[in-house]
């Protein structure tokens, strides 16, 4: 077991919608754009990233900005400037920090005109800042905190009766919200399966949640989603519809050069589009002829009997792309979860994403679910 993921039927804990909205507010707080162009900015010996962008300290105004610079604004250096990431990375696991400096700033004065949106957390008085990430110019800027209220809104005005939660990594936000009184019975789904955290079976209670999980990045990691998820009761596994997911890409217009101030104006567009949205989606999703009708699908794929359960779990793994470590947390769940058919590598896939550290990680593993289920059912034919 690495250091990134729980004992395999241990669920990983969430946040309270509480704790992340402080969450959210705290990072606001803190949180400053300035698009620069490529001439401004360089990366010092330290690894530090510095802006001829001036701040006020208590010591009065400084001429530069320093920012300790992360994994996602490396991100940023590789996709803009084409620096290869596992380079990137190898000169700082061998702490090889003025030739990182050196081929950063090589490539930015290439291009010294070139104007890129720098998001940062402002550090304190003299200290050193956050460089998040390195995009363009024309990235359309949508946050976390106002996207949420705005979605909270909108389902507020639908007048569901929702619980949540969220958490919040260095790439994206993820929310589950999830609707307790729109249910409905998923008997053929679940009837042979057996929950690996709690040994409940589907045969005693196949309730199944609407729900839907709203998904945003601030740095440029994928759009702003709002999508169906639906919420099996006796094990919380998550059945995602990712194709019917509701998709808001970060384009927007060139920025001007400069510290970024947001209009009252624009934010109030922004924002409701957003409460639209929410409300569209509570209408489609929070809905229980839209479940019946997912839910007969998907059991329609799962009934096939999977022959030899290593086997596919590794053809499934090498079609939808998961590590070896992942095929071995999905098989050891697939076992205990009892249900030896095509649906039972659906839920071995859904309840070992809930045992991941990593929320992204999670994120991606759980959202492929049903694409496994397809993939499994067609290899026993």
């Not at 010591?59 to 620096?83: C, M, P, R, Y």
């Not at 720098?118 to 905190?145: C, E, K, M």
């Not at 705005?150 to 009766?161: F, S």
Request: some cysteine.
């Amino acid at each position: 077991m690495t250091t990134t993921e729980l004992a395999p039927f241990t669920r990983r804990p969430r946040l309270s919608i509480e704790s992340l909205i402080a969450k959210l507010r705290a990072q606001d707080s803190r949180k400053q754009d300035m698009v620069v162009p490529a001439h401004k900015m360089r990366v010092t010996p330290e690894g530090l990233l510095e802006l001829d962008e001036p701040r006020i300290t208590s010591n009065g105004v400084s001429d530069t900005s320093h920012f300790q610079l992360t994994g996602t604004f490396d991100s940023g250096i590789a996709g803009k400037l084409k620096v290869p990431a596992n380079y990137l990375a190898r000169m700082r696991e061998y702490n090889q920090l003025p030739l990182l400096a050196d081929n950063v700033n090589t490539w930015l004065a290439m291009e010294p005109n070139r104007p890129f949106l720098v998001r940062t957390f402002q550090g304190d008085d003299d200290q050193p800042g956050v460089g998040r990430a390195l995009l363009s110019d024309s990235y359309g800027i949508r946050d976390n905190l106002p996207l949420l209220m705005a979605v909270l809104e909108g389902i507020a005005d639908r007048g569901a009766e929702v619980e949540i939660t969220g958490e919040l990594t260095d790439r994206r936000m993820i929310v589950k919200i999830v609707a307790p009184r729109v249910t409905t019975e998923a008997t053929d789904l679940l009837r042979f399966y057996r929950s690996p955290f709690t040994g409940r079976t589907g045969a005693d209670n196949p309730v199944v949640a609407a729900g839907v999980v709203l998904t945003n990045s601030e740095l440029g990691f994928g759009a702003s989603t709002i999508t169906p998820q639906f919420t099996v009761q006796i094990c919380t596994n998550g059945l995602t519809v990712t194709k019917d997911a509701m998709r808001t890409i970060h384009n927007g217009t060139k920025l001007e050069h400069g510290v970024i101030q947001y209009s009252e104006e624009t934010t109030k567009r922004e924002l409701a589009t957003a409460t639209s949205r929410a409300r569209d989606a509570v209408r489609t999703f929070l809905n229980v002829d839209y479940m019946v009708r997912k839910l007969n699908e998907i059991a329609g794929k799962a009934h096939v009997d999977v022959i030899d359960p290593e086997a596919t779990i590794q053809h499934v793994g090498k079609i939808v792309g998961y590590t070896g470590e992942q095929q071995n947390r999905i098989l050891a769940h697939f076992i205990r979860g009892a249900d030896t058919t095509a649906g039972g590598v659906l839920h071995a896939v859904t309840s070992a994403a809930q045992t991941l550290v990593d929320a992204d990680a999670a994120y991606e593993l759980e959202r492929t679910g049903l694409r496994a289920l397809e993939v499994a059912a067609s290899y026993q034919r």
